[in-house]
């Protein structure tokens, strides 16, 4: 069974770009290094956070959903100001992946073990 979709008038309806050229651009690259940066850093507090070391007497379900809003301003803090690197790194190889495939595009991919046909 299949359910019609009804149009409204005067309502937008959304669309999606297939444009992917700003993809590539090292401007989204970098900021897509300085987001993945953040959520590692936010992965390692979290995982720190739950290791306890000890048993506090004001835990609350609230502080903890707190402290995680807190380990997450910090973690985006901690990677604008004090990166570990690992977003750097991330961006490189994706600037560098972008490149091969728009030099390699008009070329045959070559044997994945490394012999020539």
Do not use: Y
């Not at 149009?7 to 987001?35: E, H, I, M, W």
């Not at 707190?66 to 994706?94: C, S, V």
């Amino acid at each position: 069974m299949t359910i019609p979709v009804v149009q409204l008038p005067g309502v937008n309806q959304p669309t999606v770009s297939t444009d992917t050229a700003r993809l590539a651009t090292s401007d989204n690259l970098d900021k897509a290094g300085a987001q993945f940066e953040s959520l590692f850093v936010g992965m390692m507090l979290k995982s720190m956070r739950s290791a306890r070391l000890s048993d506090s007497l004001f835990e609350s379900k609230a502080l903890d959903q707190f402290r995680d809003m807190q380990d997450q301003q910090t973690a985006k803090a901690m990677a604008a100001h004090a990166p570990l690197g690992i977003g750097k790194a991330m961006t490189d190889f994706l600037a560098k992946s972008a490149a091969a495939g728009e030099a390699g595009a008009g070329t045959p991919p070559a044997p994945a073990n490394g012999l020539t046909a």
